[in-house]
């Protein structure tokens, strides 16, 4: 069993940065796909950014937000850029339980996923 933490959210005007965090603990491998996912009011869960040995992003957030990850800590952070009103949402954290690397994109491959924290972007 693996629990997620997420932090690091808040208010920014738009063009500000935000840097989320993900603290996993538990039973976890370095090589076991992270990711986050959004929802924004009314939407379905959205992906934003997976890493594994890879990373993947969002065409979305591409150029603005980055993944990344240090496996010692356990922690997969989300660096966010030239934040606009649109990114507005729940962040959420996400972890698989095997190192596939499939449907990285999808919602429904991942096991565990944190409780989420509030990106709001507004002036």
């Known amino acids: 069993q693996v629990q997620l933490v997420e932090s690091g959210g808040g208010l920014v005007r738009p063009g500000g940065s935000l840097r989320l965090s993900c603290v996993a603990s538990?039973?976890?491998?370095?090589?076991?796909?992270m990711a986050w996912f959004r929802q924004a009011p009314g939407k379905e869960r959205e992906f934003v950014a997976a890493s594994a040995v890879y990373t993947y992003i969002a065409d979305s957030v591409k150029g603005r937000f980055t993944i990344s990850r240090d496996n010692a800590k356990n922690t997969v952070y989300l660096q966010m850029n030239r934040l606009k009103p649109e990114d507005t949402a729940v962040y959420y954290c996400?972890?698989?339980?095997?190192?596939?690397?499939?449907?990285?994109?999808?919602?429904?491959?991942?096991?565990?996923w944190g409780q989420g924290t509030q990106v709001t972007v507004s002036s």
């Open positions: 996400a972890a698989r339980s095997t190192d596939s690397s499939s449907y990285y994109y999808a919602p429904i491959a991942y096991d565990y």
């Open positions: 538990g039973r976890t491998f370095s090589r076991n796909m």
